[in-house]
Nanobody
Framework: QVQLVESGGGLVQPGGSLRLSCAASGYIFSMNTMSWYRQAPGKERELVAAISGGDSTNYADSVKGRFTISRDNAKNTVYLQMNSLKPEDTAVYSC?????????WGQGTQVTVSS
C-alpha cells in the first residue's frame, strides 16, 4: 500500500525559508518520479517541482531559483527546500507519485507566508 506523508509546513515571514519532507512507503521509491504540487485557496492545483528516479528535475517558472527538490533514496524521502518565500507561495503543498498507473497523494501540509 503506497503511503506518502508530508511534514515541515508552517508560518514563515516573507523572505524566509522552509523545508518540506515527504516520506514514502509501499513501493520502490528509487525508481519513481516524485512531485510536489500546491493549491492556494480559490486556485487550481499546480505542479511546483518534480524529480525523476535519475535525479532529473524540473520546476514551475514561479519558483525557479528559489525552490530546490531533492531525494534521499536510502530514507525513501523527497524534500522541497523553499527559500526567499513570498506571500503568493501560500498554499497547501502535497507530494505525489504515480505507481502502477495510479496517482497517489499525501495529505498535504500548509505553508503560509505572511508578516
Amino acid at each position: 500500500q503506497v503511503q506518502l506523508v508530508e511534514s515541515g509546513g508552517g508560518l514563515v515571514q516573507p523572505g524566509g525559508s522552509l523545508r518540506l519532507s515527504c516520506a514514502a512507503s509501499g513501493y520502490i521509491f528509487s525508481m519513481n518520479t516524485m512531485s510536489w504540487y500546491r493549491q492556494a485557496p480559490g486556485k487550481e492545483r499546480e505542479l511546483v517541482a518534480a524529480i525523476s528516479g535519475g535525479d532529473s528535475t524540473n520546476y514551475a517558472d514561479s519558483v525557479k531559483g528559489r525552490f530546490t527538490i531533492s531525494r534521499d533514496n536510502a530514507k525513501n524521502t523527497v524534500y522541497l527546500q523553499m527559500n526567499s518565500l513570498k506571500p503568493e507561495d501560500t498554499a497547501v503543498y502535497s507530494c505525489s507519485t504515480v505507481y502502477n498507473s495510479r496517482r497517489y497523494w499525501g495529505q498535504g501540509t500548509q505553508v503560509t507566508v505572511s508578516s
